[in-house]
């Protein structure tokens, strides 16, 4: 059964950053699209970014554009949300989750706590 | 403000039926699948409908989805209390380059 575990969240102050990590298994990791979704402390869900399968042409939400780098390791079933110059709004649960064709978000993992506070 | 608009809250009791739209446009809901997503408390979202109206293997079939145009529906029937939960429509915007969300529906089984 498709696994994610989310890993690498924590407390960091504004400016700071933080790398998340995503492990996947149950699936083959090398042909599918992951996506990272947050979710704010007592708020909707928001999209954050996509990686396809090739790695290539990473997508992003343009409140984080300039800022997140995703990017994966195909020999590791291992998909990363690199986050600098962090701000208090980015302060969520960071989900992955696995793609379903046509950009839909489909298996997802429990999630990792980031905070950035001072 | 989401890209794609849900009631904030919907409400029915034990037994009988609901539905939740979710308005989109043309370079989203028109031209993409949409999913739709449960949240129970405290916990991850789970896919109850993928490609507008396929359920997963597992999600019971009084869950259904409907595309018409640049708007979606989800149905619940013979509503249970264990269906209270938020509930969230997801598809792709081709303009925007981006997943969008709707703001999240709040069921409550009376």
């Known amino acids: 059964q498709v696994q994610l575990v989310e890993s690498g969240g924590g407390v960091v102050q504004p400016g700071g950053s933080l790398r998340l990590s995503c492990a996947a298994s149950g699936f083959t990791f090398s042909i599918s699209g992951m996506h990272w979704v947050r979710q704010a402390p007592g708020k909707g869900l928001e999209w954050v970014a996509f990686i396809p399968y090739g790695g290539d042409n990473e997508y992003f939400a343009e409140s984080v554009k300039g ?10 079933n291992t998909v990363y ?29 429990q999630g990792t706590l980031v905070t950035v506070s001072s | 403000q989401s890209v794609l608009t849900q009631p904030p809250s919907v409400s029915a009791a034990p037994g009988q039926k609901v539905t939740i739209s979710c308005s989109g446009s043309s370079s989203n809901i028109g031209n993409n699948y ?10 991850a979202p789970k896919v109850l409908i993928y490609d507008s109206n396929k359920r997963p293997s597992g999600i019971p079939d009084r869950f ?47």
């Open chain 2, 64 to 110: 259904s989805g409907s595309k018409s145009g640049t708007s979606a529906t989800l149905g619940i029937t013979g509503l249970q209390t264990g269906d209270e939960a938020d509930y969230y429509c997801g598809t792709w915007d081709s303009s925007l380059s981006a997943g969008v969300f709707g703001g999240g529906t709040k069921l409550t089984v009376l």
């Open chain 2, 34 to 43: 949409v999913s739709w997503y449960q949240q129970l408390p405290g916990t």
């Open chain 1, 81 to 109: 949300l690199q986050m600098n110059s962090l701000r208090p709004e980015d302060t969520a649960v960071y989900y992955c989750a696995k793609d379903k064709a046509g950009y839909q978000p489909y298996n997802w993992g």
């Open chain 1, 67 to 76: 800022r997140f780098t995703i990017s994966r390791d195909n020999s590791k």
